[in-house]
């Protein structure tokens, strides 16, 4: 049974840093891509992030380039998303995603769907 289990959230001020860190079980990590999502008070979901399975690419959404990064340790089924350069509007709920394959195909998906979901984790950014 697939878990991901999203941690790192938190309240930082603006041009703060937080990393955020999902931890999976259940699968062969990697095998698969994953995904960072998110939604914003009022808002729907939208990808931040997409990391190949080999992490050899990653998808951003245009939003958080060159401020997010996103990376994975296959030999810890570990997913990271450092959020640097804060801004209020980035404040959400931050979820981790399993993909249905190696290549990011759920970076295609509008509104974002993925294979499993995890839980959120909340980050607030103040002024």
């Known amino acids: 049974q697939v878990h991901l289990e999203a941690s790192g959230g938190g309240l930082a001020q603006a041009g703060g840093s937080l990393r955020l860190s999902c931890a999976a079980s259940?699968?062969?990590?990697?095998?698969?891509?994953m995904a960072w999502a998110r939604q914003a008070p009022g808002k729907g979901f939208e990808w931040v992030a997409i990391?190949?399975?080999?992490?050899?690419?990653?998808y951003y959404a245009d939003s958080v380039k060159g401020r997010f990064t996103a990376s994975r340790d296959n030999a810890r089924n570990t997913l990271y998303l450092q959020m640097n350069s804060l801004k209020p509007e980035d404040t959400a709920l931050y979820l981790c995603?399993?993909?249905?394959?190696?290549?990011?195909?759920?970076?295609?998906?509008?509104?974002?769907?993925?294979?499993?979901w995890g839980q959120g984790t909340q980050v607030t950014v103040s002024t």
């Open positions: 995603a399993k993909d249905w394959d190696a290549h990011g195909t759920a970076w295609y998906t509008h509104p974002p769907a993925a294979d499993s």
């Open positions: 259940g699968f062969t990590f990697s095998d698969y891509a």
């Open positions: 990391i190949k399975a080999d992490g050899s690419f990653t």
